[in-house]
Nanobody
Framework: QVQLVESGGDLVQTGASLRLSCVGSEGSLSGYMMGWFRQAPGREREFVAAIGFMSRTTYYSDSVKGRFSLSRDNAKNAVYLQMNGLKPEDTAVYYC???????????????????WGQGTQVTVSS
């Protein structure tokens, strides 16, 4: 079972940029759909972005489209979430996720996720 470790979370000001990293261990991520979710205090964990296993297709929530960019480097067994134009409403714990079934509809709903990371905190001050 693949293990995921996130990093890159920080406290930043509105308009700043951050890059989150998710590195896989105990297995290759190349056959997985990969993505990010986030959870703010008192709210459900929500879909942020996903990328197909061949890196040909990316998916974003409406709230981050145009500001966030997801990429993967299978050689480094990693995925990266570049976050630009951060807003206070982006404040949350961000979780990396991996899914072998590669079904974006199920992935968005968190159905059948094979592995979750431990989360990394992103705080955007106004």
């Amino acid at each position: 079972q693949v293990q995921l470790v996130e990093s890159g979370g920080d406290l930043v000001q509105t308009g700043a940029s951050l890059r989150l990293s998710c590195v896989g261990s105990e297995g290759s991520l190349s056959g997985y759909m990969m993505g990010w979710f986030r959870q703010a205090p008192g709210r459900e964990r929500e879909f942020v972005a996903a990328i197909g296993f061949m890196s040909r297709t990316t998916y974003y929530s409406d709230s981050v489209k145009g500001r966030f960019s997801l990429s993967r480097d299978n050689a480094k067994n990693a995925v990266y979430l570049q976050m630009n134009g951060l807003k206070p409403e982006d404040t949350a714990v961000y979780y990396c996720a991996a899914d072998r079934r590669r079904n974006i509809g199920l992935f968005r709903k968190k159905i059948g996720i094979d592995a979750w990371g431990q989360g990394t905190q992103v705080t955007v001050s106004s």
